[in-house]
């Protein structure tokens, strides 16, 4: 357990908070002031049925979309309105509900996209792959193979990813983020569609991703014994709003939580 | 009938075989072509790669290099600067396509900015004339350096004519192709290009800048364009009718794959051969003259039997 870790989650030190955002698409509303925090280092379950505004909500973080209302804090930096680029820049990386992988290249030449913005030689030196170009490649792939090792996909290194079966995508694309060293993570849905065997697989990585690296991670998930043994901490969505905020045990005895998801008469 | 078949199927390969000399001459010419050609689809396959649009004025950026080249020459530049004024000209060019047409245009369909590439068609070749004239204009070789004389060579019984020029046009056409090939598959800005290509959203997520990559492969379009339009320009002359022979990259694309920049060197070289044996050794047959659209006729034949090109992306739809 790292230093982090032993601290209660709640009272580490701020890293993401959402403060009354609100999004709509012309007259859908999908997300409705909501606020909740992410302190660093914790695991962050974001939860709730069908179209509750979980996707959105990770859109919103990493800017895809840009909220009515609310303000964003990152690393005590409020703004509105974050841009993709922006936010991979600061150290925010996503995986995608429906994998987005880059279909035509092999496993590892979609992880090496991730060191992208660690790459710092210029256009000068990349137009003849010579001098400083050429070694920072050699040390962006050394880290890239850690990556690999890591992921235990050494196996499918040079398979063009859209052979791949979804469960190693899924796999490749937690690598991709993870190569941009992010310190915020986001995950949208990590193991939907998976089979038990690879649920647990990716439990573990996301765990081991927590506790060596010291990442931060947002997740959504709909696998509820997944999200209460992975999470330190759940907030719960519902048609836009936040109806529940907590530890796993706190949420799972929340009366709103159990109406939600048995669907009781709104 | 027998006549005719005979004069389809048979005497041309007896002509080609009992002069090879003249074989060899056919198939230089045909490689010459060939090789500007694939220079010329390379600029289009770079930006249907990155934005998935057919950009209908990289023709008229073929033109607008050679006419600004010239005019610079003609104004007393020496070669040298004028060459990197233009390359500063086809960055200001990119720079302003990105800011100004793709920019407002983002996420819009395809179709709709290929729209928008007639109208930049139209745009720059008022601008053309505007500051430049209509009249055709004469490449100045001599300025660039670029040779003018010809080699003549004994071989198998005969005479090859080799224009040094044509050595110069092939020779810099093969160096941009293998180098931007190189670019565009082994570095980190190739690979983002690919990204891009890809999937948008994802590109955007790992922290690639849409932005820089458009500009960077109009960039390139510009100096591949630049490049056809010096040595093309030195061995017809230079006019708006160099935007014609831009368009026969068309049937280099569909041979080749509107993706891939291997394709575009196969097919530039297939229809570059093909075009010139087909009017040395069947054009009589017709009255000459079919080169001017027999690439177009191999076009149809391929899309026929493989819409895709030879290595294009095989489009599967799931639905």
Same mark, same amino acid.
């Given at each position: ?7 209660? %989650? #709640?009272?580490? $030190?701020? *890293?993401?908070?959402? =403060?009354? +955002? ?109 001098? %400083? #170009?050429?070694? $920072?490649? *050699?040390?962006?792939? =050394?880290? +890239? ?122 | ?319």
């Amino acid at each position: 357990m790292s230093a982090a870790e032993q601290l209660a %989650p #709640a009272s580490r $030190e701020l *890293l993401l908070n959402i =403060e009354n +955002v609100s999004l709509s698409f012309g007259g859908v509303k999908a997300i409705r002031d909501v606020s909740f925090d992410v302190r660093k280092g914790e695991i962050r379950a974001i939860i709730g049925p069908n179209g509750a505004g979980k996707t959105s909500m990770l859109n919103v973080i990493n800017g895809f979309y840009h909220p009515q209302e609310g303000t964003i804090t990152y690393r005590g930096e409020s703004r509105r309105d974050m841009r993709p680029h922006i936010a991979a820049t600061q150290g925010i990386a996503r995986t995608f509900q429906n994998v987005a992988l880059f279909r035509g290249m092999t496993t590892l030449d979609n992880i090496m996209t991730g060191r992208t913005l660690k790459m710092k030689t210029g256009l000068f030196w990349h137009l003849f792959r010579w001098g %400083p #170009a050429e070694t $920072e490649e *050699l040390e962006h792939r =050394e880290q +890239v193979e850690r990556i690999i090792d890591f992921l235990e996909i050494q196996a499918i290194r040079k398979t063009p990813v859209g052979r791949l079966p979804y469960g190693l995508q899924k796999r490749v694309e937690l690598g991709r983020a993870l190569a941009m060293e992010p310190e915020l993570l986001l995950l949208d849905e990590p193991m939907a569609g998976m089979n038990l065997e690879e649920k647990e697989d990716m439990s573990r990585f996301i765990l081991d991703v927590s506790s060596q690296f010291g990442t931060t991670i947002a997740l959504i998930e709909h696998d509820m014994g997944v999200v209460m043994d992975l999470s330190d901490r759940v907030v719960v969505l519902d048609y836009g709003q936040k109806i529940a905020d907590g530890t796993p045990d706190e949420v799972k005895s929340n009366q709103d939580v159990i109406d939600a998801y048995l669907g009781v008469a709104h | 009938m027998g006549g005719l078949l005979y004069n389809v199927f048979i005497d041309p390969f007896m002509q080609m075989g009992s002069a090879p000399d003249l074989l060899l001459q056919v198939l230089w010419e045909g490689f010459v072509s060939g090789t500007l050609y694939a220079l010329i689809a390379l600029g289009f396959v770079l930006i249907f790669k990155a934005s998935g649009v057919f950009n209908f004025a990289q023709g008229i950026m073929v033109v607008f290099g050679a006419l600004s080249l010239v005019g610079l020459i003609a104004l007393g530049v020496p070669a040298i600067l004028a060459i990197v004024m233009c390359i500063g000209i086809m960055a200001a060019l990119a720079y302003s396509v990105e800011k100004l047409v793709l920019r407002p245009l983002v996420n819009q369909e395809p179709i709709i900015l290929f729209m928008a590439t007639i109208g930049l068609n139209f745009f720059l070749i008022g601008l053309g004339e505007l500051v430049f004239g209509g009249e055709p204009k004469v490449m100045p070789t001599e300025q660039l350096g670029l040779p003018t004389g010809s080699w003549d060579f004994d071989v198998l019984g005969g005479l090859v004519i080799i224009q040094q020029l044509d050595v110069a046009a092939a020779a810099v056409a093969c160096t941009l192709v293998a180098g931007l090939a190189i670019f565009f598959n082994k570095t980190r800005i190739g690979r983002a290009l690919r990204a891009v290509a890809d999937d948008h959203q994802a590109a955007l997520s790992v922290g690639i800048s849409l932005n820089q990559i458009w500009r960077i492969v109009w960039f390139s379009a510009g100096i591949v364009a630049l490049a056809t339009g010096i040595m093309w320009g030195a061995r017809s002359d230079v006019s708006f009718a160099l935007s014609i022979v831009a368009l026969k990259a068309l049937p280099v694309l569909i041979l080749g794959g509107f993706t891939s920049i291997p394709g575009a060197i196969v097919g530039g070289l297939i229809i570059g051969f093909g075009e010139k044996i087909a009017e040395f050794y069947w054009g009589p047959l017709v009255g000459g003259s079919i080169e001017s659209w027999f690439p177009y006729f191999l076009a149809l034949i391929f899309l026929l039997f493989r819409p895709q090109g030879l290595f294009g992306e095989k489009i599967i739809d799931r639905v």
